[in-house]
């Protein structure tokens, strides 16, 4: 099983990104996913997961409003889509599913 997430970047403060997360070797329909990140020096945190039973979602008090997880069955891809980013949302960014985790993608939010 592989996950990788992608879509990371340089952006200045209010930009913003959409990170894609893509299984190998993996059917992702019919499983959550979880988007979290790790900061430099700072413990790892959940940001947004989205249901495989009915595509309900959740997201940390921190994202929520600026941040919209999505999933594309058809595609096997799950996708983070983050607006009006901040210089405090600069972190790696991971996907997981069922206990498996992906590379993760860098994310810098600065002027």
């Known amino acids: 099983v592989q996950l990788q997430a992608s879509g990371g970047g340089l952006v200045q403060p209010g930009g913003s990104l959409r990170l894609s997360c893509a299984a190998s070797?993996?059917?992702?329909?019919?499983?959550?996913i979880g988007w979290f990140r790790q900061a430099p020096g700072k413990e790892h945190e959940g940001v947004s997961c989205?249901?495989?039973?009915?595509?309900?979602?959740q997201y940390a008090d921190s994202v929520k409003g600026r941040f919209t997880v999505s999933r594309d069955n058809a595609k096997n891809v799950a996708y983070l889509q983050m607006n009006s980013l901040k210089p405090e949302d600069t972190a790696m960014y991971y996907c997981?599913?069922?206990?498996?985790w992906g590379r993760g993608t860098l994310v810098t939010v600065s002027s």
């Open positions: 989205i249901s495989s039973f009915d595509g309900s979602t």
């Open positions: 070797r993996f059917i992702l329909d019919g499983y959550a």
């Open positions: 997981s599913t069922e206990g498996y």
